[in-house]
């Protein structure tokens, strides 16, 4: 029994082992035991020395075991072994954990001591074999297993000695003087590359692996916010097409005929048209042939070379302009229109003719022609006016009759001069540039024949206004200008004319100021001045510049 010899027993109730143990402690092995059995030789040096090294006492009633009993213990530890071939320097014992009962006969301090020993060794070992496998993976080393590394990682206590084979042999001293640390060390390093870590239940991942997971679940939590939201954008998008209707950025023809929107060149066909119009009307026996050559080059070649003049008499065009009427042409689509042209003649008479032009280039405008004979139309009727009602104005005679005697005659005539000295004593600080300008002589000896000072709303008619400061009023004022000054010969007096104004006045600590001067007022009767009237008459021509070849305008008359 060469390998059975060699096994050891710690929980036998032999004496070989146990140092005098009772059965189911585990006795001393090592150099400790080795120590303890020669204070033992020293203490009793009459006795010899046991082959186990328990000394022969009459305390100790352990029986030594039977061969068979040897023999069965034997044969379980040998199966329990893990195969393969032993690494040199080991011993073919498996590792027993640490002891952990307290030895027999001990103090209450010394197994307090005892286990505070063998948990601080647990952990050194835990933290041993931790601080190993890091090494290893930094390292990059996988150590080459052998079928040893399969064995339990239990590391015995530091108090205890390392498990020595009983038989003879250099591995079993060897093993003996292997510490526990460097055993369990070498045990990591035959394992590191064997396989991959496995936490135990509770634990984390390694340090690579935890990084792998986190970086997958990273992965995963952005593709589904992804997914999410190109599900909502493609849902929105269905869902915005569905409920609203997309109109077309194209124009309709209401469009096209609300705001006059064309392809045909209006402004340069009115002018052309214009023009043809002026020879046309303009006519006398003088000039009948210069005048036919002139047309010739306006209009087609059917339309009446003399604009259907008979040569007699004379007439003369004094302004001939467009006034915004177009007609389409169907016979030329696009490309025509009959425009409508007002004339105002030399003998004070108004009129309308309409003139078929055409276009042969829409994009440029060029290529015109007058593509048929002109016809005078009536003008357009005009409209009646509505009335205004004017019945929640208030109008304060007592501010109206001040402004009337004290501010606004000096104010006028100071005005009307552009007397910049004059208008300071009248005007405020911010006034506008109307109020502070003037008319620079245009009109003189001004009379303020009406003034109407409206009171702020809110005022009741009849009661006198309290007015705070700078409280601005508006004012409505009627002047006639005339004298010599207005007609320029000091000599001839000229006309007087009446015009009415629209005026900002505003109360200060020294008086009434004006602040702006507007032009015009407001008839709040309405209505039409030729009421009764079965046509419509025309208005009076007013003097402008002659038409090329026309002389000095005469007087406007009415029809």
């Known amino acids: 029994m060469g390998e059975t010899d060699s096994m050891t027993d ?74 393969g071939t032993v690494p040199p320097g080991e011993a073919a014992v498996p590792v027993l954990p640490p002891r ?41 080393r996988g150590g080459k297993g052998s079928a040893s590394a399969s064995a339990p990682a239990s590391v015995p206590a ?29 045990r990591v390093r035959a394992g590191a590359g064997a396989g991959f870590d496995v936490p135990r239940p509770g634990g984390r991942l390694p340090a690579q692996g935890r990084r792998t997971h986190v970086a997958l679940r990273a992965t995963l939590l952005i593709t589904t916010c992804a997914f999410a939201l190109g599900s909502c954008g493609v849902a929105g998008l269905v869902i915005g097409k569905s409920s609203v209707a997309v109109q077309s950025a194209a124009l309709d023809d209401e469009d096209v005929q609300r705001y006059r929107l064309t392809a045909f060149p209006t402004q ?114 005009r409209g009646s006016v509505p009335v205004v009602k004017q019945d929640e104005e208030v109008v304060d005679r007592p501010l109206s009759d001040q402004l009337k005697s004290q501010v606004l005659p000096g104010y006028f005539k100071a005005w009307a001069a552009s007397d910049a000295t004059g208008l300071t004593r009248f005007t405020t600080t911010d006034a506008s540039l109307a109020a502070i300008s003037g008319l620079a002589g245009a009109l003189a000896s001004p009379d303020v024949r009406e003034v109407v000072a409206l009171a702020p709303a809110g005022s009741e008619s009849g009661k006198t206004v309290q007015y705070g400061p700078s409280q601005a009023v508006q004012a409505r004022v009627t002047v006639v200008w005339g004298g010599a000054e207005a007609s320029g010969s000091k000599g001839n007096p000229g006309p007087t004319v009446q015009r009415s104004y629209r005026l900002t006045v505003v109360n200060t600590a020294q008086g009434w100021f004006i602040k702006d001067i507007r032009g015009g007022v407001l008839d709040p009767t309405g209505g039409t001045a030729d009421a009764g009237a079965g046509v419509p008459a025309s208005p009076v021509p007013e003097e402008s510049a002659p038409a090329a070849g026309d002389g000095t305008p005469g007087p406007g008359k009415t029809p």
């Not at 409508?340 to 276009?359: D, E, M």
């Open 268 to 381: 340069a066909a009115a002018t052309f048209a214009e023009e043809y119009v002026t020879l046309c009307m303009t006519y006398s026996a003088q000039s009948a042939d210069k005048r036919r050559d002139a047309l010739s080059r306006y209009a087609s070649s059917g339309v009446d070379r003399d604009c259907g003049v008979s040569g007699q008499g004379s007439q003369t065009v004094r302004q001939a302009k467009w006034d915004g009427t177009v007609e389409e042409l169907p016979e030329y689509g696009e490309n025509g229109r009959y425009l409508s042209i007002q004339v105002k003649l030399s003998n004070g008479r108004t009129t309308r003719v309409s003139v078929p032009v055409y276009v042969k280039d829409l994009a440029t405008g060029t290529g015109l022609r007058v593509a048929g004979n002109l016809g005078e139309m009536p003008l357009p009727s």
């Open 100 to 140: 952990v009962n307290p030895p027999a006969g001990g103090s209450k301090k010394d197994q307090r001591k005892a286990a505070q020993d063998a948990k601080r060794a647990e952990r050194k070992a835990a933290y041993e074999q931790k601080k190993a496998e890091r090494e290893n993976r930094k390292q990059g």
């Open 10 to 83: 710690h929980n036998s109730s032999a004496g070989g082992v146990g140092g005098g143990q009772p059965s189911g402690q585990q006795g001393q092995f090592g150099p400790a035991g080795q120590q303890a059995q020669q204070a033992q030789a020293q203490q009793f040096p009459h006795q010899g020395p046991n082959p186990y090294g328990q000394p022969d006492s009459a305390a100790a009633p352990m029986q030594q075991p039977s061969d068979a009993a040897r023999a069965q213990l034997a044969a379980a530890w040998v199966r329990a072994a893990r195969p």
């Open 158 to 186: 530091p108090s205890t000695g390392s498990p020595t084979a009983a038989g003879p042999g250099p591995a079993a001293g060897t093993a003996g003087a292997t510490s526990p640390q460097a055993q369990a060390q070498a």
